[in-house]
C-alpha cells in the first residue's frame, strides 16, 4: 500500500510531505484548492505521461516520491529481472524539469519511465468520473471472470494446448514451405545429383591430383635424376657393389681381428641392405614416371572437373562430397514428404481437437461463473441506488482465427441502466455518477480476485447525494476493510466514512498561491464536514449534522 508521498514543485505545491496508513482515507477542499494537484503528482510517480506545465512556476524541477510496502512475489520478480534491489520498502522517484525532460528512478536506480508505468500498475488503480481504469478495459474481463469463477485449472490446461497445437501447426506449415520449394527444385536436384554422382568426388582429392600432376609435369627431370643415382649406386664403380667387396674382404679375415671387425661388418650389413630398399624405390619410381606421361592429361582434366564443379555449386572441393549428400537427402524428402505432412497433418489436427476440448470444459465453467457474477454484482446495485440497473456478463464464440491461450470465448461486462434498454459497454451506457457507482459494485464483488494494494476514487460521489451518497460512503468503507482506498469527494456522507481525512486547503502568500494538506483531528475533522453540509457559514445545525453523520458510522 501507500505509505508516504513527498511532493515537491508541482503546480501550486511547494513542499508536501504525507504519510498515509491502511483503510479509508479521505481527501476533501474547496473546489480548486488542488486535490486533483495530489493526483497528478502521485501519477507522476506512478509513470504517467509529464508534462513541463506541473513544474511550480519558477522551480527548475519538480520532483514525487511515493513509498509502498508490503511488496507481493510478482512485485519483487518483476524488480529483479531489472537488476533492481526489491527489499522494501519500494521508493519510485520522479523527476520533471522545467524543460519537459524526465528522469525515473526505483529505489534509487535509475530506470526508464515505462517500467515506473509497470510496476505502478501493480500497485495502484485509479478510478475516476471520465476515465475508469482495468475494469472498464474488457482486455481484462475474461481474467476477472476465470479467477472469480475458480477456472485456473481449465484456463492452464487451455494455455498448455493452445501451445501445443500451435507449436505442431508451425511444424506443420514449415515442413510444408520445405516440401514446396523442395519440389519446385525437384528437376535441378536430379540434375545436380546425377552429375556429382558421375563426379563420385573424394574428399581431399585435389590436394592428390595437384601432387601427381607436378609429378608427371616434371617427369623428365625426375627421370634423369633417378636414373643418376642409380648408375652411381650400381655397376662396376657403384656403391652396391663397392660396399658388398669391402664386406667380403673384412669378412675373410674377421677371425683374425680378435672381434675388432664383427662391428664394422655388422655396420656394411645393414648399409647394404639400406642401399638395397633404395634402389628398389628408385627403380619403382622410375619405372612409374616413365609409364606416367599418358596419365598427366588424365590427371589435369579430372582436377579440372572437380574445381569446375566446386565453383559451379559455390563450395570448396571437399565440400562436394558433403553436398552430394546433402542434395541426395532433399530429393528423398520429395519422395517422402506426402507421408510425412500427413504425419504432422494429423499431429495439429489432434492438437486442435485437444485445444477444442480443453476450452469447451473452461467455456462451461465460466458460462456457470457469469451467473454467480452477475447476480453479485446486482447485489450490491441497491445499496447504490442502481435499482434499475442490471449487468450482464456477455459470453460469446469468437472467431476460429482469433482462438487464443486464453480460449475460445470473448467476455464483456455489459449494463444496461434502465428496463427494456439494451446492455451495452460500462463507459458508454451510464452516466458520469452511475458508472463510477457500477465501478464500485464491481470493485467490492471481485475485491478477492482482483485486489490492488491501492484504489483512489477521483470524486466517485459527483453528481449524487443525500441517501445515494450515504450508500457510497458505506461501501466504500467495506471496500476499504480489504485494501487502501483514497477518495477525493465533495460528499460530508462519504467523508465522514473516512478513518484518516486530508484537508486541501490553498493558501495567499503574497503574489503567489500555495496548495497544502492537513491531517485533521477529531474536531477539525467534524467542522470539516459541517462545512461540506452547509458552505462558508457553519451553523450550529450544521455541526450536529456532522456530528450525527460520523457518531452514526461509528454506530
Excluded at 507 to 530: I, N, P, Q
Aim: charged share 25%; hydrophobic share 45%; aromatic share 2%.
Amino acid at each position: 500500500m501507500l505509505t508516504a508521498l513527498s511532493i515537491r514543485d508541482v503546480v501550486l505545491i511547494d513542499q508536501l510531505d504525507l504519510t498515509f496508513s491502511n483503510g479509508l482515507c479521505v481527501l476533501t477542499g474547496e473546489t480548486g484548492a488542488g486535490k486533483s494537484i495530489l493526483l497528478d503528482a502521485l501519477g507522476l510517480a506512478l509513470g504517467a505521461r509529464g508534462d513541463s506545465a506541473l513544474v511550480r512556476h519558477g522551480a527548475d524541477r519538480a520532483v514525487v516520491t511515493a513509498e509502498f510496502e508490503p511488496m507481493d512475489g510478482q512485485l519483487t520478480t518483476l524488480l529483479s529481472e531489472h537488476g533492481i534491489d526489491a527489499d522494501p520498502p519500494l521508493l519510485l522517484r520522479r523527476v520533471l524539469s522545467a524543460d519537459g525532460r524526465s528522469r525515473a528512478f526505483v529505489n534509487d536506480q535509475s530506470a526508464s519511465v515505462g517500467l515506473l508505468r509497470d510496476i505502478g500498475s501493480h500497485l495502484v488503480e485509479m478510478q475516476g468520473q471520465f476515465e475508469q481504469h482495468r475494469l472498464s478495459d474488457i482486455g481484462t474481463h475474461c481474467d476477472l471472470l476465470d479467477a472469480y469463477g475458480g477456472c485456473g485449472a481449465a484456463r492452464n490446461a487451455v494455455v498448455v494446448a493452445f501451445q501445443a497445437w500451435r507449436n505442431a501447426a508451425e511444424s506443420l506449415e514449415s515442413a510444408s514451405e520445405r516440401a514446396a520449394k523442395a519440389l519446385a527444385d525437384q528437376e535441378y536436384l536430379h540434375h545436380a545429383v546425377e552429375e556429382l554422382d558421375l563426379l563420385a568426388p573424394q574428399a581431399g582429392e585435389e590436394n592428390q591430383l595437384a601432387s601427381t600432376r607436378m609429378v608427371l609435369m616434371h617427369a623428365e627431370q625426375l627421370v634423369a635424376a633417378v636414373n643418376g643415382a642409380l648408375s652411381k649406386l650400381t655397376g662396376a664403380d657403384g656403391a652396391e657393389d663397392s660396399l658388398s667387396a669391402a664386406r667380403s674382404l673384412l669378412s675373410r679375415v674377421a677371425d683374425k681381428s680378435g672381434g675388432q671387425l664383427d662391428s664394422t661388418i655388422t655396420a656394411l650389413d645393414g648399409t647394404v641392405a639400406n642401399i638395397e630398399d633404395a634402389l628398389r624405390e628408385l627403380r619403382a619410381a622410375a619405372d612409374t614416371i616413365e609409364h606416367g606421361d599418358s596419365r598427366l592429361e588424365e590427371v589435369e582434366d579430372r582436377l579440372h572437373a572437380l574445381r569446375e564443379l566446386a565453383r559451379k555449386h559455390d563450395v570448396g572441393t571437399d565440400e562436394l562430397a558433403p553436398l552430394t549428400e546433402d542434395l541426395r537427402q532433399r530429393l528423398a524428402l520429395i519422395e517422402t514428404q506426402s507421408d510425412t505432412l500427413a504425419q504432422l497433418d494429423e499431429a495439429a489436427r489432434l492438437a486442435r481437437s485437444d485445444f477444442v476440448k480443453k476450452s469447451g470444459t473452461l467455456s462451461k465453467q465460466r458460462a456457470g461463473a457469469t451467473t454467480r457474477l452477475e447476480a453479485a454484482v446486482m447485489n450490491e446495485f441497491p445499496a447504490l441506488k442502481l435499482e434499475k440497473a442490471r449487468l450482464t456478463v456477455s459470453l460469446s464464440a469468437l472467431e476460429e482465427e482469433r482462438w487464443n491461450a486464453k480460449g475460445s470465448d470473448r467476455v464483456e461486462f455489459l449494463v444496461s441502466t434502465n428496463p427494456g434498454m439494451p446492455a451495452g459497454s460500462l463507459s458508454k451506457i451510464a452516466s458520469g455518477g452511475e458508472l463510477s457507482r457500477m465501478m464500485l459494485a464491481l470493485k467490492l464483488t471481485l475485491i478477492e480476485v482482483e485486489q490492488v494494494p491501492t484504489i483512489i476514487f477521483d470524486e466517485v460521489d459527483s453528481a449524487i447525494g443525500g441517501a445515494t451518497a450515504n450508500a457510497v460512503g458505506e461501501r466504500l468503507a467495506l471496500l476499504a476493510d480489504r485494501t487502501q482506498v483514497l477518495v477525493v469527494t465533495h460528499s460530508p456522507q462519504v467523508a465522514a466514512r473516512g478513518t484518516d481525512h486530508l484537508r486541501v486547503e490553498k493558501t495567499e502568500l503574497g503574489d503567489a498561491a500555495v496548495t497544502g494538506v492537513d491531517r485533521l483531528d477529531e474536531k477539525d475533522r467534524r467542522e470539516e464536514v459541517a462545512r461540506m453540509l452547509s458552505g462558508a457559514r457553519i451553523t450550529a445545525e450544521a455541526r450536529a449534522a456532522a456530528e450525527r453523520l460520523i457518531v452514526g458510522d461509528r454506530a
